[in-house]
């Protein structure tokens, strides 16, 4: 099992950017898939990105955020440029440990964060 804390949160202004940061325990990181979901109020969760040794990511956040990831760290992160109001939300951290394509892990991982909030302001 794998424990994951975010971190990096905060409010930002519109065409901000923002890196969060998710640390995970765990002796066989470099083994898990990573990505970060999104929740804005009153909406349901939605796929932001994922990393396994390839990278997939939200057609609304393509050419903006970049996910990377640093096995040495045992920590996953994520770039955030030219925010928008929209990309108001809590972000959580996710890991699998199945294998299998990378764009398959937007319809959900195994292990969970309990997410940082992002506040972008107009």
């Known amino acids: 099992q794998v424990q994951l804390v975010e971190s990096g949160g905060g409010l930002v202004q519109a065409g901000g950017s923002l890196r969060l940061s998710c640390a995970a325990s765990?002796?066989?990181?470099?083994?898990?898939?990573m990505g970060w979901f999104r929740q804005a109020p009153g909406k349901e969760r939605e796929f932001v990105a994922a990393?396994?040794?390839?990278?997939y990511y939200a057609d609304s956040v393509k050419g903006r955020f970049t996910i990377s990831r640093d096995n040495a760290k045992n920590t996953v992160y994520l770039q955030m440029n030219s925010l928008k109001p929209e990309d108001t939300a809590v972000y959580s951290c996710?890991?699998?440990?199945?294998?299998?394509?990378?764009?398959?892990?937007?319809?959900?991982?195994?292990?969970w964060g309990k997410g940082t909030l992002v506040t972008v302001s107009s």
């Open positions: 990393i396994t040794s390839n990278t």
């Open positions: 996710a890991a699998d440990s199945s294998i299998k394509a990378v764009h398959l892990y937007r319809y959900g991982m195994n292990y």
């Open positions: 765990g002796r066989t990181f470099r083994s898990y898939a």
